[in-house]
């Protein structure tokens, strides 16, 4: 595996041919304490509910069969991160993840005593590093019209998680967002725009939990020119956030390079930070624990408050992915796991 990072994005098109206990409701102020406070280890299992549709389920280490979250929890992560799609296909591995969808899982999780982190990719499918395109409904509004949007649909779709019970203890506004959103009007070459817009889906999260932490998410760290792109049309015109969220997929070699410039560029701005996705070759599941300690070590000592795993339960033939951390034959979870346990 490269000791580059390795866009979301990229590891589709390749491969589309096949802790801290969440109190229900209302957290109040004590939400952004617990989690300046507290380390968490996490999954985006966002095809869970797509999975189990079909037909997938998964076994623990022992060979018993075992709900998803209570395997996670066994592993000692305490909280996941759900995307949501706009207005989305019906393609189990490339749509779904409707807002109404994600709030049935949060409440699973939430159940299962996790913290929340909603992703909003803003878009009907994956928009990642460098590809950003906006959800159909919104592809040929002027910009005041896509900012009115953007607010409403932050807000109806925050208000349905409410109702659902759940407050996330943070909310992603962009997915590896350094290119910016909505290209071209969000484009980071337009950054005002780009600013206006994601203000609006800050201001609407507030104004449902305003306890919630607004993230803003970049893919690749070890390219620190692209990060201080992004912040000076962000910060330069205004930005409000409150954490940033990285992606990294490099080598346990790179590892504490990689979390020193998300440090550096989160203390630039004064910001906490962690690492919302993380993940190894599922064949090479020795390497991927070792990168995971590697990570999990270096942002615990930098100060960082968190890591996620990007869909440790997708296995073979649900898609072509090949990142996860479960064995396809016994529906086992893979050594890679066992990273989780050594941080």
């Not at 075992?66 to 991160?81: E, H, M, N, P, W």
């Not at 994956?126 to 395109?133: A, F, K, R």
């Not at 005002?192 to 306890?211: C, E, R, Y």
């Not at 300690?293 to 100060?303: D, I, V």
Request: hydrophobic share 40%; proline share 4%.
């Amino acid at each position: 595996m490269s000791d580059q990072s390795i866009s979301r994005r990229s590891l589709l098109q390749a491969t589309a041919a096949g802790a801290g206990a969440l109190a229900l409701g209302e957290l109040g102020f004590g939400q952004s304490a617990q989690a300046a406070t507290t380390f968490y280890k996490g999954a985006d299992i966002s095809w869970v509910q797509q999975m189990e549709a079909h037909g997938y389920y998964w076994k623990n280490a022992s060979g018993v069969k075992q709900d998803i979250f209570t395997i996670l929890k066994g592993y000692g992560l305490s909280a996941v991160r759900l995307r949501t799609f706009v207005n989305p296909s019906s393609d189990p591995a490339n749509g779904h993840c409707s807002i109404t969808e994600i709030a049935t899982l949060a409440k699973r999780a939430r159940d299962a005593g996790m913290a929340v982190d909603i992703d909003y990719m803003f878009g009907d499918t994956w928009n990642s590093v460098g590809v950003q395109y906006p959800p159909a409904a919104w592809k040929n509004m002027s910009y005041s019209q896509m900012r009115s949007a953007m607010s409403s649909y932050v807000t109806s779709s925050m208000t349905v998680i409410k109702n659902a019970g759940v407050t996330p203890m943070w909310v992603q506004i962009g997915n590896e967002e350094n290119s910016g959103i909505c290209h071209p009007i969000g484009s980071v070459s337009n950054g005002a725009q780009m600013t206006g817009l994601l203000n609006a889906a800050h201001d609407a999260i507030k104004n449902v939990f305003p306890s919630a932490l607004v993230m803003i998410h970049l893919a690749q760290p070890q390219k620190y020119a692209s990060m201080q792109t992004f912040f000076n049309a962000f910060h330069g015109n205004g930005g409000k956030w409150d954490i940033n969220g990285f992606s990294s997929y490099g080598s346990a070699s790179v590892a504490a390079s990689i979390v020193a410039n998300m440090k550096s560029i989160s203390n630039q701005y004064g910001k906490p930070f962690m690492q919302v996705e993380f993940g190894g070759q599922v064949s090479s599941p020795s390497s991927t624990a070792a990168a995971l300690k590697a990570y999990g070590t270096a942002l615990k000592s930098s100060g960082g408050q968190g890591i996620f795993y990007w869909e440790p339960e997708g296995y073979s033939p649900f898609t072509g992915y090949s990142m996860g951390a479960w064995n396809s034959s016994t529906r086992q979870p893979t050594a890679a796991m066992n990273g989780f346990t050594t941080f």
